[in-house]
């Protein structure tokens, strides 16, 4: 069993997922994918505990042995500019800019302190709110109120206090003056004295206006889901959870993990939560004989098999393939990419298919031929 695992994607969510996986004593490769990184991802062949990503370096072909893949490629924020209804106007920048501001000399954050100005901020001005952008605008506030002592307001149509941690940060801040308010369907108004926000308790006056960026999927998931065999959901984000698989960060495809942004509304700490649980997972599937100890996988009866290729072509997993062994050749489960979901069992024209393993069903141990 190979245990050099691959992790796709930079930033804080692959940086996460590397830490995580070496704390669990895994080797790492980091993968950048993208139009112009250096390695250009092509194909995932193979099965959990020998994969071969195969891709495109510098022109020529190339191809690395793993035993399981981490996708961790985060999310896009929307630049302002793209928000088609937003004025544009100095007056309205991006929560991101308001933060990196914060520690520089002579920035509008230090004019801010300096006046005593009134500043506002967004969660979700124009889409819906998400958990990155919420936590985003919540520690800013706080910093703007401790470092500058200026006014600060927060302005929302949802706020979505469901952890501990936020819930307490919001009424710490209201105790330290930071007023909440629920935004109305109108747009902020710049002028050249200021800003006028309208709110469900009525209208405030700002000096600058700091608009948290939306999230959105990163566009290049579906070449990245084609070339590893996985799905992206509706939303355009990477296969979402799906209960059906009993793993967090699971997707349909067995040693193949999601991490972060890629497909959850989470924020640093949910990556982190995140990164671990897929860790952990991968530290059964990849060391205990690349099987969990529990396992249900299907297994075919050789004699019966008409080589139909059903199981082959309905398998969600692409765990069946065609296999010679003592002059016959018959459908084969690789057991390290079975998930036991009983799909090829249902469809095989001679039932030639059985469940094996330690926690079979009782239904399906009944149905067994
Ligand atoms: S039970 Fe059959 S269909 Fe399901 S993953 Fe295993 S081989 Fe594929
Ligand atoms: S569906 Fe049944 S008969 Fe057809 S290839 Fe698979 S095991 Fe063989």
């Not at 500058?148 to 949802?158: A, G």
């Amino acid at each position: 069993m190979n245990e050099l695992v691959a992790v796709i994607g930079t930033g804080y969510d692959a940086d996460c997922a590397a830490q995580a996986l070496r704390s669990h004593g895994f080797r790492v490769e980091r993968i950048v994918q993208g139009p112009s990184a250096p390695f250009q991802l092509s194909t995932l062949e193979g099965y959990v505990g020998s994969f071969a990503l195969r891709g495109f370096c510098d022109g020529s072909l190339t191809a690395l042995s793993v035993g399981a893949v981490v996708v961790a490629t985060g999310n896009e924020r929307v630049p302002l500019t793209a928000l088609k209804k937003l004025p544009q106007h100095a007056r309205i920048v991006s929560t991101k800019q308001l933060a990196s501001q914060l520690t520089k000399p002579a920035s509008i954050t230090e004019r801010a302190s300096r006046q005593r100005q009134h500043i506002a901020l967004t969660i979700d001005l124009m889409t819906p709110a998400s958990r990155e952008a919420t936590r985003e605008v919540i520690d800013l506030a706080g910093q703007l109120r401790d470092k500058c002592k200026c006014e600060v307001s927060v302005l929302y149509r949802e706020l979505q206090v469901d952890t501990d941690w936020l819930e307490k940060r919001v009424r710490d801040l209201r105790a330290a003056g930071v007023a909440f308010h629920r935004l109305q369907a109108a747009m902020p108004e710049p002028d050249a004295e200021g800003i006028t926000i309208r709110h469900a308790d009525g209208q405030l006056r700002a000096d600058l206006l700091g608009v948290a960026q939306p999230v959105r999927p990163r566009r290049d998931h579906p070449a990245l889901a084609e070339a590893l065999g996985i799905r992206v959901g509706e939303d355009g984000y990477l296969q979402p959870f799906n209960v059906h698989l009993y793993h967090f960060g699971g997707t349909a495809r067995k040693g193949v993990y999601l991490v972060g942004r890629c497909h959850l509304d989470t924020d640093d700490s949910g990556v982190r939560q995140d990164a671990e649980l897929v860790a952990s997972q991968l530290a059964v599937l990849l060391t205990v004989n690349g099987t969990q100890p529990e396992a249900v996988l299907a297994w075919v009866d050789r004699a019966k098999c008409i080589r139909c290729l059903t199981c082959i072509r309905t398998c969600p997993h692409s765990a069946v393939e065609l296999a010679d062994a003592e002059g016959v050749t018959a459908a084969h489960v690789l057991e390290a990419a079975c998930f036991g979901c009983g799909m090829c069992i249902a469809n095989c024209p001679v039932q030639a298919i059985s469940m094996r393993g330690q926690a079979v069903p009782a239904w399906l141990q009944e149905a067994a031929p």
